[in-house]
């Protein structure tokens, strides 16, 4: 193998162990937090989204009701939906119910964190406190990583170079 692979191959192997990839989960009661990130804003935008799954391992329902930190302004729970082929987005004002053995997806497109009044822009590599209240489980702080402007999930548009190549054959 050159030089030049096995500095790749290294480089492949510190970005796979890198802490800053995937946030560890986060567990309040019978609900754990995962995968808790943002995107980077661009210059002079004043709303940015966050997103995270609940999981609820218990027997009864919990509720998101409330969200807060000081990145915003303000910070709300809010829905996407195709309506009449248009695309609103709108608060839900009584939270965001979390059946039990159920997981929620707050992702690009659906449920979303978000985040007004933006304090700063949001730039890649950033992490950003928050704290999450339930019905139930109480405030859980959770941090959101801030990942590159078009990225489509946590850990960057693909994951980790490891997740996309398989280096099982490769020799050093």
Same mark, same amino acid.
């Given at each position: 193998?050159?030089?030049?692979?096995?500095?790749?191959?290294?480089?492949?192997? #510190?970005?796979?162990?890198?802490?800053?990839?995937?946030?560890?989960?986060?567990?309040?009661?019978? #609900?754990?937090?995962?995968?808790?990130?943002?995107?980077?804003?661009?210059?002079?935008?004043?709303?940015?989204?966050?997103?995270?799954?609940?999981?609820?391992?218990?027997?009864?329902?919990?509720?998101?009701?409330?969200?807060?930190?000081?990145?915003?302004?303000?910070?709300?729970?809010? +829905?996407?939906?195709?309506?009449?082929?248009?695309?609103?987005?709108?608060?839900?004002?009584?939270?965001?119910?979390? +059946?039990?053995?159920?997981?929620?997806?707050?992702?690009?497109?659906?449920?979303?964190?978000?985040?007004?009044? #933006?304090?700063?822009?949001?730039?890649?590599?950033?992490?950003?406190? #928050?704290?999450?209240?339930?019905?139930?489980?109480?405030?859980?702080?959770?941090?959101?990583?801030?990942?590159?402007?078009?990225?489509?999930?946590?850990?960057?548009?693909?994951?980790?170079?490891?997740?996309?190549?398989?280096?099982?054959?490769?020799?050093?």
């Amino acid at each position: 193998m050159t030089f030049f692979g096995r500095s790749l191959l290294a480089f492949a192997f #510190l970005l796979a162990g890198s802490p800053g990839v995937l946030a560890a989960d986060v567990t309040a009661g019978d #609900l754990v937090i995962a995968q808790p990130w943002s995107r980077a804003t661009p210059g002079g935008a004043k709303t940015g989204a966050g997103y995270l799954t609940i999981e609820n391992k218990g027997s009864a329902p919990d509720r998101l009701i409330a969200v807060s930190g000081d990145v915003a302004g303000r910070i709300e729970v809010h +829905e996407m939906a195709v309506t009449n082929g248009v695309m609103t987005m709108r608060p839900l004002e009584k939270g965001l119910t979390i +059946e039990p053995g159920k997981t929620v997806a707050l992702a690009p497109g659906g449920y979303h964190l978000m985040l007004m009044d #933006l304090k700063a822009p949001l730039k890649q590599g950033d992490k950003l406190p #928050l704290t999450l209240e339930f019905e139930k489980a109480g405030k859980v702080a959770v941090t959101l990583e801030v990942q590159a402007v078009g990225a489509k999930g946590p850990g960057g548009e693909g994951g980790s170079m490891m997740k996309q190549h398989d280096h099982s054959g490769m020799k050093m």
